[in-house]
Structure formats: C-alpha cells, structure tokens
C-alpha cells in the first residue's frame, strides 16, 4: 500500500515494511526503509496507510496500529478469529472480515476497541460470506450464503454502525445487530 513516498508492503515471513520512495531520474524509483516490525502472523490483505498511523491485520488473530512515522506500535487488538482483509469505513472505523468464517468486525481506529460485531455462522454452522462488504450511509451490507435443506438462500444484512454499533457482547444479548432483508 502506498500513501504519497511512503509504501508499506508486508511478506509472507511475518514482517511488515515501511519504506519512503522518490522518483529519480530515467524513471528510476529509489526507497530507503523506514522502519520494519516483525508480527506474530502473516499480514492478511492491504495494509492501510493514512496519515498518521498503519492499520494492518495479521493471522495472529490481531488488528494492530503502527505510528507512520517511525513504526511504534500504537495499540493492538484481538479478533477472536483469523481475518482475511481490512477496509476502511468512514474516519472513525475500520472493517475486519475472516478468512474463512463470515464474520465482520468493527473496530475504532482511534484506540482499537470494538464498535460491532456480525457473525453469519453463529445461526447457520454451514453460512459462507459472498459479498465484500459495502458501506452505505451508516450501515454496512453484506451477503451471506445460507444453504438450507432445500437448496441455498442468499440474504442481505445491514448492520449498525458508529453510534447505533453495540459492542460485542450487548450486540449478542440483544439478538444480534442484523436487520435481514430479502
């Protein structure tokens, strides 16, 4: 991922790379690292650059915040399952989905802490994830694939978000954040 000179890029030895490039002459493209941290997990997905810290997610189960400039972890904080990719949602919330389980997370970019949670699977063992998610408004639609007996069933969700957003375990007492539409 790259913001202005700096590119940030990730490899599969668990390690993530901040490097400040400029454009020589003949086209030439020179970068001198910045700084490197060592994850417990390979990143998952797109790291996120913006102006003042990188969010990354790793498959140690963590999404993490490093400082820009000099690559200080600034907060740390776990999922509960493998992330497969981080998204932006608005200025104040990133979005993390699983791997494999059709599971979303918001978390706030601020401080880590969780803003919601949406887990398909919890209803449905056998529910896949089939749509990335998509932000609208102040909502978050995704598609989850529900294979019952007869054959399988494809149903939207909006989901809470910002000031409605119930964190984790409230979300749960209450029966879930999903509004399912068909």
């Given at each position: 991922a790259a913001d202005g000179p700096l590119l940030v890029a990730a490899g599969p030895d668990e390690r993530l790379v901040a490097a400040r490039c400029t454009l020589r002459r003949r086209d030439r493209m020179r970068c001198?690292?910045?700084?490197?941290?060592?994850?417990?997990?390979?990143?998952?997905?797109?790291p996120l650059v913006g102006p003042e810290v990188v969010h990354v997610v790793a498959r140690d189960t963590h999404v993490y915040?490093?400082?820009?400039?000099?690559?200080?972890?600034?907060?740390?904080?776990?999922?509960?399952?493998?992330?497969?990719?981080?998204a932006p949602l608005g200025d104040d919330l990133l979005l993390v989905t699983g791997e494999k389980a059709p599971t979303l997370v918001l978390v706030r970019?601020?401080?880590?802490?969780?803003?919601?949670?949406?887990?398909a699977a919890a209803g449905n063992p056998a529910a896949v994830l089939v749509s990335g998610p998509v932000a609208v408004e102040n909502?978050?639609?995704?598609?989850v694939l529900t294979p019952p007996a007869v054959g399988p069933e494809l149903v939207a969700f909006r989901l809470a978000v910002g000031e409605n957003a119930?964190?984790?375990?409230?979300?749960?007492?209450?029966?879930?954040?999903?509004?399912e539409t068909r």
């Open positions: 001198r690292r910045r700084w490197v941290q060592r994850l417990a997990g390979s990143v998952a997905g797109r915040a490093f400082r820009r400039d000099n690559g200080h972890l600034v907060w740390r904080s776990a999922l509960g399952f493998r992330p497969g990719a981080l970019r601020e401080d880590g802490a969780p803003a919601g949670r949406f887990d909502a978050v639609l995704v598609v119930a964190p984790p375990a409230a979300e749960e007492a209450a029966g879930g954040p999903a509004e």
